[in-house]
């Protein structure tokens, strides 16, 4: 049977796509971009990109249905189980219509979907248990303003990250800001960040393996509280 999901040390299960079919990546996001090395470049990696985004778009209810009929089986067995959307590859219609169909059939499963696409945003926003990570970094802050300016108040689900570029200095705190990435987790030359609010553990961490499982700020509402502080 057709099985949707990836997994990795870091996030655990995932649902991912081409990232050539679906993004649109900024300059630092094309620089810094983890899909471009690694087991997800892998020949069978690709071609279950690939399969989901055509199965998607073919029919986001057949989609929908086999990543349910696979997490009831993973929630079985883990009651804290969670599903990362985009672990690579952003979002496209089809796949907020299985989004929401997933959600609605398993509304106590958190989905956490990171996105760069501003116009994906608005049908996930203020759905229960969907949280939309939206990433950011220092050559496409405009689309922060660009997502907040579809709402009147920035929903109680959509956080924003910062995606250090290569060699690059931090220069203010970060407001408005839920998770910090340097690049390759170095923290090279912004040690004053080491004790930010927002810094991912994964910035810190010799062994990184199941630290998103252990964290959960990015799926449990932590995250908008931090970006407030």
């Known amino acids: ?37 690694g087991p997800v470049t892998w020949p069978v990696s690709l071609k279950k990109q690939q399969l989901n985004l055509l199965t998607c778009q073919s029919s986001p209810a ?32 089809e796949a907020v219509d299985a ?6 059939t398993l509304p106590d499963m958190p989905i956490w979907v990171v996105t760069r696409k501003p116009e994906q945003v608005k049908r996930l926003a203020g759905v229960s248990n969907i949280w939309v990570h939206f990433s950011l970094d220092r050559s496409s802050m405009s689309r922060k303003k660009d997502v907040l300016s579809l709402f009147k108040k920035q929903p109680n689900n959509l956080f924003f990250s910062y995606q250090g570029d290569k060699n690059e200095v931090f220069s ?58």
């Open 1 to 37: 049977l057709f099985d949707p999901l990836s997994t990795n040390k870091v996030t655990g299960a995932s649902i991912n796509f081409p990232v050539s079919e679906t993004c649109q990546p900024s300059k630092v996001c094309a620089n810094t971009c983890y899909a471009l090395k």
């Open 62 to 93: 057949d989609f929908a249905d086999a990543v349910i009929n696979r997490c009831r089986k993973k929630i079985a067995r883990d009651k804290q189980f969670f599903l990362r959307w985009n672990g690579v590859g952003d979002l496209f219609d």
């Open 99 to 104: 989004l929401l169909l997933i959600n609605n």
């Open 172 to 229: 203010d705190a970060m407001p408005g800001i839920s998770v910090i990435f340097f690049d390759s987790y170095k923290i090279q030359n912004n040690s004053a960040f080491l004790e930010h609010p927002a810094l991912c553990p994964l910035n810190s961490q010799e062994d990184i393996s199941s630290t998103c499982n252990t964290c959960r700020r990015c799926f449990n509402g932590d995250a908008l509280k931090i970006s407030t502080l």
